[in-house]
Nanobody
């Protein structure tokens, strides 16, 4: 069982990135997926979640109009589309799954990825 994030990198302020979270060893069909991030010197925080049936919930006001999450069950992958990136978005981004219902509690996740680094230059 594995979750692998990819797509991170260095981007300028105002730029965009799309992160991927690929699952292996299990099907994402019956799991919600939450994206978390941890900025340097800060605690990990839940950003956004997508439910089994596709509805989404944003946990941070600053990303509501800039970040979007989607899922492709056929590819067993979840995506995080980030636009108009700001320096304060610099962080390691993680995906994690929970059976059925969304949660922003990292300790409640069933499976967790190792993260991908996003750096936004000013």
């Amino acid at each position: 069982v594995q979750l692998v994030e990819s797509g991170g990198g260095l981007v300028q302020t105002g730029g965009s990135l799309r992160l991927s979270c690929a699952a292996s060893g299990f099907n994402l069909d019956s799991y919600s997926i939450t994206w978390f991030r941890q900025a340097p010197g800060k605690e990990r925080e839940g950003i956004i979640c997508i439910q089994v049936h596709g509805s989404t919930a944003s946990y941070i006001n600053s990303v509501k109009d800039r970040f979007a999450v989607s899922r492709d069950n056929a590819e067993n992958t979840v995506y995080l589309q980030m636009s108009n990136l700001q320096p304060e978005d610099t962080a390691v981004y993680y995906c994690a799954t929970r059976r059925f219902m969304c949660s922003r509690d990292y300790s409640a996740m069933n499976y967790r990825g190792k993260g991908t680094l996003v750096t936004v230059s000013s």
